[in-house]
């Protein structure tokens, strides 16, 4: 009957299947007594007029709440409608730029991010 050890120049050797040990990666999870966060923001509460679609007019208020900085640094400087094309201004909302939803996730919350 074969051993699972091997002989190599004299010396026997325990396959390294053997020597491992299992180690699955762990799911992250908030520490002990962290909150639960909600956060709603309603934006566009006058010309947008809130609606079950929302306003017409995604706002620089939203992207910086989104993207937890400052809302140049996420491309809308402006609304997109007036976008410029000009760093900060183009509307276009950068792979550096992530979301609160995703920094949250990341630390073992639950996320989900609704809107137009």
Known sequence: ???????????????RLERSTRDYPQTVTPPAGAPNVEVILLDDLGFGQPGTYGGPIPTPTRAALLAVRNHYQSGFGTISELSTGYPGYNSVWPCSSGTIAQFMKDHGYSTAAFGQ
């Open 1 to 15: 009957m074969h051993s699972g050890r091997r002989s190599v120049c004299g010396v026997e050797k325990t396959p």
